[in-house]
């Protein structure tokens, strides 16, 4: 059984940082591990991921203020958010490509002004 575990939201003043984790464990065959975010009210959006080779995007937004990386024998996917905006206030998803596909169960990340 496939579980994913997500953890580090929180609730921060504007400019601060937080970092999300995501560890998935009962599927090896891992080829994308990524992040989205639903605000209220809103679509849920992609927000970055990352790629067998390391290879990694970003929605515009969080360019220059969020990273995305990957540790392989952790099977865990993090995303260091600096600089937060109040606008990055959403639920988190982490989303992860394997045998299936998968979703986290979302940590609610608050930014105030």
């Known amino acids: 059984q496939v579980q994913l575990v997500e953890s580090g939201g929180g609730l921060v003043q504007a400019g601060e940082s937080l970092r999300l984790s995501c560890t998935v464990s009962g599927d090896t065959e891992i080829s994308f591990m990524g992040w989205f975010r639903q605000a209220p009210g809103k679509d849920r959006e992609y927000v970055a991921g990352i790629r067998s080779g390391n290879i990694t995007d970003y929605v515009n937004s969080v360019l220059g203020r969020f990273t995305i990386s990957r540790n392989n024998a952790k099977n865990t996917v993090y995303l260091q958010m600096n600089s937060l905006k109040p606008e990055d206030t959403a639920v988190y998803y982490c989303?992860?490509?394997?045998?299936?596909?998968?979703w986290g169960q979302g940590t609610q990340v608050t930014v105030s002004t």
């Open positions: 989303n992860v490509h394997g045998l299936s596909v998968y």
